[in-house]
């Protein structure tokens, strides 16, 4: 490693990955590969995981994307990989970068088709997986008691008549008792 030069940018499958990271975080900055994918990647190749990325050789840079393209024929075990037995060519795969979200716009777009429960989940914004929505999952609307400036509500009189008619008269029959008061002390 001492004749390779050090490299301050490294691309890994189309990504461009900064020489200062360790080779563990460096892994991981590619979608589709996490910290196990990673740990496994580096120990299958006997790369140290404490080291900086910078430091790879060429030769190093292309068994990491040979077995990141191709795990199974790394010999990682099945469950390894991100997606299993996929439904259009029913082989183990393991996607990287933008493949993920394409397959997975690919996948609910299927169901919302088919017109399967968990299409109609999809299609409302609700959860999909049979999680609790009672209490959680309430995004939008506001639920409940409306906020905001409340009108007082409207009492009727015995009459039929509201409230603040029938209490005028006692309000306008009160004050001129109030104003004799003072006048008999006089």
Known sequence: MSTQEY???VRIVGNDIPGERKMLIGLTQIKGIGHNFATAILDTLKISTNSNIGNLTEENVQAIEKLITDPVGGNFPTWFLNRRKDIETGADLHLLTSDIPF???NDIERERIT?????????????VRGQRTRTSGRKGGAVG????????PVKKGSAGAPAAEATA?????TAPAAEAAPEKSE
Request: charged residues 20%; aromatic residues 6%.
């Open 103 to 105: 397959t997975l716009r």
């Open 145 to 152: 008691v409306a906020k905001g400036g409340m009108v007082a």
């Open 115 to 127: 017109a399967s429960w968990r299409g109609y989940r999809h299609l409302s914004g609700l959860k």
């Open 169 to 173: 008269p006692a309000a306008e029959a």
């Open 7 to 9: 490299r301050h940018i």
